[in-house]
T-cell receptor, first 111, second 115 residues
């Protein structure tokens, strides 16, 4: 069974730009969560989607948004990038209320 | 954010010894806890989980202990191997089986296994 895949794996952007990251969950998983990982703040929850609906949202500004498609694939978007948005963005998928499986992440660098 | 970035604690052990990694969780209402292992350049990998109605759960070479009185979680790794070297995170879920899969992560512990 294929694991969670995230694209792209690495991304370099400049301040003010926007970026879209993609996540394909494990087949059959309908819950997709996004996390931001930085050395200073650790792993922080961004949002979770289940059956195309956002179920929960973390404490991030409105520049961070996401969506989920009918095939459970998810995208997250960050607009007006700031230097502090440089991080590893992780996606995790699960069956409803079960262990979460993480993808390898997308390393975003904002210059 | 809900997790505060701190200097990553390090546990250094000899190959073959047992390792104990500790975690203090934040919310007494949390009812589901998970340990993850993260190797360099990879996403977190599930190790073992435990529900709040249990005190102990064992897996292959790993044991998780939960002390709800003091909000403490520990991961014991038996016969530690070089391949166990990684950062270990505990995570808590406030509403397992409810309306969210949101996890709150601890700051992590770096396990360094010396051959």
């Amino acid at each position: 069974k294929a694991g969670v895949t995230q694209t792209p794996r690495y991304l370099i952007k400049t301040r003010g730009q926007q970026v879209t990251l993609s996540c394909s969950p494990i087949s059959g998983h309908r819950s997709v969560s996004w996390y931001q990982q930085t050395p200073g703040q650790g792993l922080q929850f961004l949002f979770e989607y289940f059956s195309e609906t956002q179920r929960n949202k973390g404490n991030f500004p409105g520049r961070f948004s996401g969506r989920q498609f009918s095939n459970s694939r998810s995208e997250m978007n960050v607009s007006t990038l700031e230097l502090g948005d440089s991080a590893l963005y992780l996606c995790a998928s699960s069956l409803r209320d079960a262990e979460q499986f993480f993808g390898p992440g997308t390393r975003l660098t904002v210059l | 954010g809900e997790s505060v970035g701190l200097h990553l604690p390090t546990l250094s052990v000899q190959e073959g010894d047992n390792s104990i990694i500790n975690c203090a969780y934040s919310n007494s209402a949390s009812d589901y806890f998970i340990w993850y292992k993260q190797e360099s350049g990879k996403g977190p990998q599930f190790i073992i989980d435990i529900r709040s109605n249990m005190d102990k759960r064992q897996g292959q070479r790993v044991t998780v202990l939960l002390n709800k009185t003091v909000k403490h979680l520990s991961l014991q790794i038996a016969a530690t191997q070089p391949g166990d070297s990684a950062v270990y995170f505990c995570a808590e879920n406030l509403d397992y089986g409810g309306a969210t899969n949101k996890l709150i992560f601890g700051t992590g512990t770096l396990l360094a296994v010396q051959p």
